[in-house]
């Protein structure tokens, strides 16, 4: 099985990072947490495998900070729950289900346990990431009709960062409106939009719309609202540095693959906006408002790739976000901007797995399962090379990886829930935040 990066290399990559600044340390200024929804560890490899031809080569798998998360629900959890004093076997049985995920652990039991385990949903498993409680599937922020504070509510209580929400999906769908809303029920869409711009009010929202009438909603709510389709006409976003920005993502879909002569290839719709673009002109609108921030940024296309067990749409998926945060990454080392690994915290999770991806092949650079069809729309459930075992999501550890300021909070928690286990629970890295942004 796939070997998992030891402490040595998590030195040379910290070396790596740190060394592109060496000022001292200031407090940290700027974080970014990137969400690939529904990103399974299977998903990572499969789309490594495709770009480098082999695993552990996308962008954050050179990040200091390497660990594996629990996703569990209370949905998941078996017996009581408390807070404070819970079995985390009973989310995740650790001796059934292994200490790492697919494919760096494989074993006939394991498979079992996720056969039969009941999965969190995004909703709980993003409120648990933003709040640092667990949740029954299908609530956002609300336990028993009570609101619960979320990272984003916290930031605005203690003053000092601008927020955004850019997702490649409905700003109110369930991942993003973990940050910044509460809800009993995900599906309630109209209230957690109207919560959002209202209310919460981040500084920056990035993300679809299907309601017309919130376009004028959120004008009236102090919002500029621009099309994604805009930019890149003149004065699109001049004398907006003292307001807050919605722009409405009207033009993202993930690209085609290619792989000619085993080249991975990727090919865009004409005019489309890519992940990375998103993520650059979010940097840098906030960066003209002269103040700290903080960017929850989701790839949401993974999860429905997996879902629909389509392995092309997921690798091109995987790949935008590696592109995205690939580009932040160079954005950081090139001196071009406030942004240094002395002041900004980057964090790459996954709020759970989705599909039960497994491999009956490895498959090089470039390499697609061979009775895939390339070109339009390709479902591919079981061939000689992959297989899905299930539509829905499973119970399986998910990856967490952390660069910059900060980032060693996690070795606070890693080994905690699990002795001496390179595993934390997905409320640690709330942990994490409040603990971060609390240093001002």
């Excluded at 009570?146 to 209580?157: A, G, L, R, S």
């Excluded at 909603?217 to 540095?241: E, H």
């Excluded at 000619?260 to 673009?277: A, Q």
Aim: aromatic share 12%.
């Amino acid at each position: 099985m796939i070997k998992f990066i030891n402490k040595t290399v998590f030195v040379i990559s910290a070396l790596i990072f740190l060394c592109a600044v060496c000022t001292e340390a200031s407090g940290v200024k700027y974080i970014f947490v990137f969400i690939g929804d529904g990103m399974s560890a299977a998903s990572e490899s499969a789309a490594s495998r495709f770009l480098y031809g082999q695993d552990n080569k996308l962008v954050w798998h050179s990040f200091p900070v390497r660990t594996f998360v629990t996703t569990w629900s209370l949905s998941s959890y078996k017996g009581e729950y408390k807070k404070d004093n819970f079995d985390a076997d009973k989310g995740y049985d650790i001796s059934a289900a292994g200490d790492k995920p697919y494919p760096y652990l494989f074993s006939p039991q394991a498979e079992k346990y996720f056969e039969k385990s009941e999965a969190t949903d995004s909703a709980a498993a993003g409120s648990a990431i933003s709040t640092g409680q667990k949740f029954f599937n299908g609530s956002v922020c609300l336990n028993n009709n009570n609101p619960v504070k979320n990272i984003i509510d916290i930031i605005k209580e203690n003053g000092g960062f601008n927020t955004a929400l850019v997702t490649t999906t409905l700003f109110y769908h369930a991942t993003p409106a973990s940050f910044s809303s509460h809800n009993k029920s995900r599906d309630n869409y109209r209230q957690i939009a109207e919560e959002i711009l209202s209310k919460t009010k981040p500084e920056l929202i990035f993300g679809s719309n299907d309601f017309f009438y919130l376009r004028e909603f959120s004008q009236d709510n102090g919002y500029y609202l621009a099309d994604s389709s805009d930019i890149g006409k003149p004065r699109v976003f001049d004398d907006t540095a003292d307001k807050k920005i919605f722009i409405n993502l009207n033009n993202y879909s993930v690209p085609a693959v290619r792989n000619e002569w085993n080249e991975p290839d990727f090919i865009y719709e004409e005019n489309n906006i890519k992940f990375k673009d998103m993520i650059l002109l979010s940097a840098g609108l906030l960066l003209d408002k002269k103040k700290k921030f903080f960017i929850m940024a989701e790839q949401s296309q993974i999860d429905s790739a997996n879902h629909e067990n389509n392995y092309v749409k997921m690798l091109a998926s995987v790949f935008e976000l590696n592109e995205g945060v690939k580009a932040l990454v160079t954005l950081i080392n090139s001196g071009k901007t406030d942004m240094n690994w002395n002041n900004t915290l980057v964090i790459v999770t996954a709020d759970h797995a989705t599909g039960f991806l497994r491999f009956d092949k490895i498959l090089g650079r470039g390499q697609l399962p061979k009775k895939n069809i390339i070109l339009g729309k390709n479902i591919l459930k079981r061939n000689e090379s992959i297989s899905y075992k299930t539509t829905k999501h499973t119970n399986e550890l998910v990856g967490c990886y952390a660069a910059g300021a900060d980032s060693e909070l996690f070795y606070k928690y890693i080994g905690k829930l699990y002795k001496n286990k390179n595993i934390i629970n997905n409320t640690d890295i709330f942990n994490v935040l409040r603990e971060t942004v609390s240093n001002k």
